[in-house]
């Protein structure tokens, strides 16, 4: 039995990048029998470059309806806000304490992080602590994350054995990243990865007429409508076939090279195609948006269960640190 574990920032509503190299993967994991899975809500984590309450209490339910729409199975499964179980924080003050100085200050998040952002924070500076504890709480296994995550659970490993090490026992386990290759960077409407950063993302649960605009939006040449196009070089064409099957691809090709197809005709196949692939997801996110009360008892559910091994590992932690003696 492997614990797969993986949590997702609430710094804003899940985008098509974030579905397509996150969470359908995550959710993949969670159905093998074999695997217990640990999803949570990273709202500590969105607190580093988000300030306004109002705004992420919405984003960490737009994120929860998002892994509930794609079929995340919460009854089986531990589903939670980090911000709800305070051992998190407890661990990563314990955790700060055991990682040397020079570790964060050469972090690649970091460094590019405080060249873009005009907040530099010191939760920036200790993010990996934070995440560290989220993993080693849980005792968790496989850790599914994107390319850019690599170093922070190299940190993570790092610090486990630093305490370990004192400890003289192997109290904290040492996670495995599992970064799956095959996953490329979902292209934003701009060209550039898809990111809530770049504002250039696509987000599947907009409502009809402004998914439209969106789409509307993606970036394209001037070759005009009667010209052949070439479907390499092209935004629409590569965000139509991440999600179609490999016969409407090629058809969609022919259409390209054979001219007389302009760029609006396969953003509107794109946007029509959308609303199909992700009906009945769309109605669930929505159903959950609305049914707020429902969201709620969900995530307190998967809190309890949550805090209970929490809670077991920390008294293990304040063991050997001698805060029970
Ligand atoms: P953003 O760049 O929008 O802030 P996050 O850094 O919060 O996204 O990423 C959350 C998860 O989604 C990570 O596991 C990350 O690897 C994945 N992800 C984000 N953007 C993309 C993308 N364009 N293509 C593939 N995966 C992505
Ligand atoms: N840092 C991760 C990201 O930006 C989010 C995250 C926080 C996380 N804690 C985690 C991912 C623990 C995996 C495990 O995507």
Known sequence: MAR???GIQSSGRPHLGNILGAILPAIELSKNPQNESFFFIADLHS??????????AEYVRAIAATWLAFGFDYKKNVFWRQSRVQEHT???????????????????????????LADVNAGLFTYPVLQAADILLYDANIIPVGKDQKQHLEMTKDIASRFNQLAGQDILVLPEPQIDERIMTIPGIDGQKMSKSYHNYIDIFLPENE?????KKILSDSTALEEPKDPDNDITFKLYSLLANESEVAEMRTRYVNGGYGYGHA??????YILEKFA????????YM????ELEGILTEGEGKA????????????SVLGFNS
């Not at 953003?267 to 029509?272: D, M």
Request: aromatic letters at 10%.
């Open 280 to 287: 009945e997801p769309r109605r669930i996110f929505n159903y």
């Open 267 to 272: 953003k509107q196949a794109l946007f029509e």
């Open 47 to 56: 607190l580093t470059t988000l300030k306004d309450g109002a705004q992420r």
């Open 90 to 116: 407890e661990l990563a003050w314990y955790l700060n304490c055991f990682t040397p100085f020079p570790m964060l200050a050469n972090a690649t998040s970091f460094k590019e992080k405080s060249e873009k």
């Open 307 to 318: 805090r209970s091994i929490a809670q077991h590992t920390i008294g293990k932690v304040r």
């Open 290 to 293: 609305e049914n707020n009360a």
């Open 211 to 215: 998914l439209k605009k969106v789409t």
């Open 4 to 6: 797969i574990l993986t």
